[in-house]
């Protein structure tokens, strides 16, 4: 199997269930800066996620600010509204207010995946590694912290553009090239959560069109928990691009991609 394909994974929603911490941050922060007005349900987040461009909590954060103000009649450049004070009050909820000593919502994110699926995927010779848009530190604290990753190709919000902007995804398929000393042809299969992730597969694939990209949707936690809710999201995420929509990212196991069961269809343009 040596040399077969990259992958690389999205972490929130993928590796992680961020549905009770960076979701529930950003329900905490639109309430507070609407002054206990409003309250965006996980729909609305998705909602507003389905757009693929807001990958960025913080500004997904105050986009929600903006519109429901804007839905009151008022204008946001006569919104008074200060960014980095957003931005510190939604950290206090994720991370929480040690900031040497985390005691946030990170503290009880549920693990999507088991250390010992990359064990597997090593073993079989498959390489990977991880673009994310979530902060170094944040995504050190599971892959490192959690999954006991020892030194990971990754690259977080401080490395590279925000998605659907490719930038990243270029970049960890490089450090995988270099530091394994692979092949600059093999297809590259990104998985995510988001419409948003997709859409950063569909611009790879313009910017490098010689190149095989291929997008695999993960449905996140909170969307299986309805089949209504589940039905529309798998749907955008098909729409977005993606080959396939797994319920959990170890159905993309080396079990699959040795048999050939999934890998043929992901592969297929």
Sequence with gaps: MMNKAILVFDI????????????????????????????????????????GVWNNDWEASRELVYRYFEGQGQKRGDMDLDYQR?????????RGVDENNWNGYI?????????????????????????????RPEIAYVLEGKLGLSSPVVMGMEDAPGKPDPTGLFAVVEQLEK???LPENLPVIYAGDTVGDLYTVQNARKQMPWRT????????????ESDEIQYVYLGKLLEAGAKVVLNSIEELSVGEIANDKLFHILLQQ
């Design 213 to 224: 990209w291929v997008g695999v949707g993960v449905l996140p936690p909170h969307v299986q």
């Design 12 to 51: 929130d929603g993928v590796i992680r269930d961020v549905g009770g911490s960076y979701r529930r941050a950003i329900t905490d922060t639109v309430q507070y800066f609407t002054s206990g007005t409003f309250c965006p349900t996980l729909a609305d987040i998705d909602k507003l996620k389905s757009e």
């Design 86 to 94: 957003l931005v510190a009050f939604f950290q206090s909820r994720y």
């Design 179 to 181: 530091r394994y000393g």
């Design 107 to 135: 503290c009880s994110e549920p693990l999507l995946v088991s250390s010992s699926y990359f064990e597997h995927l090593r073993a079989a010779g498959l390489f990977w590694g991880f673009f994310s848009g979530a902060m």
